[in-house]
């Protein structure tokens, strides 16, 4: 499955519009990218899915160019409860979810 | 009401003990999981089980061991023989266990070992 490549961590402010993007090189053809979030001492949970070109829904957006080699997550006006780790993850129906791996994610720290 | 659950939410062990995390799920889903996290590091997979009487081998399986005996309950013993057990651990579920699955996960339990 290809490797994906995030920030380590990214400083905002509250009411700013954040972007993460997540790098996947060798992504394959059947490939999708999936987003989750982890705040402290709590397992991570869904954010948002995509293929291609964009996708939105009540809480991010997730921009995919053509090529798909990299996608980026877009949380619109932050505020501190969204302060949490950020987890690319790239897989595809044929392969199993065991497959997909976390990483270490982008730490995103929201400041008042 | 439907979910993940574990027990127990922290856990203390002595050296050289084995000890058993249970992990429940009703969702009725097929795929199950254990993930292991270090502070400040991402989940590293452990195992995971797609059907009942099978599982696999993730990335760190060495000193856990799991069964999967029925389709809602996935417990992870983590054995004397892992040399550095302390860590926080997540079991998920998901639907089918294919790739695009989306994962849900419990609350964690917390291991330190004495």
């Not at chain 1, 920030?7 to 402010?13: L, N």
């Not at chain 2, 059907?51 to 069964?67: H, L």
Request: glycine share 8%.
């Amino acid at each position: 499955l290809a490797k994906t490549t995030q920030p380590i961590s990214m400083d905002s402010y509250e009411g700013q519009e954040v972007n993460i993007t997540c790098s996947h090189n060798n992504i394959a053809t059947n490939d999708y990218i999936t987003w989750y979030q982890q705040f402290p001492s709590q397992g991570p949970r869904f954010i948002i899915q995509g293929y291609k070109t964009k996708v939105t829904n009540e809480v991010a957006s997730l921009f995919i160019p053509a090529d798909r080699k990299s996608s980026t997550l877009s949380l619109p006006r932050v505020s501190l409860s969204d302060t949490a780790v950020y987890y690319c993850l790239v897989g595809n129906y044929n392969t199993n979810a065991g497959k997909s791996t976390f990483g270490d994610g982008t730490t995103l720290t929201v400041k008042p | 009401d439907g979910g993940i659950t574990q027990s127990p939410k922290y856990l203390f062990r002595k050296e050289g003990q084995n000890v058993t995390l249970s992990c429940e799920q009703n969702l009725n889903h097929d795929a199950m999981y254990w993930y292991r996290q270090d502070p400040g590091q991402g989940l590293r997979l452990i195992y995971y089980s797609q059907i009942v009487n099978d599982f696999q081998k993730g990335d760190i399986a060495e000193g856990y061991s799991v069964s999967r005996e029925k389709k809602e309950s996935f417990p992870l013993t983590v054995t004397s023989a892992q040399k550095n057990p302390t860590a926080f651990y997540l079991c998920a579920s998901s639907p089918t266990g294919g790739g695009t699955d989306t994962q849900y996960f419990g609350p964690g339990t917390r291991l330190t070992v004495l």
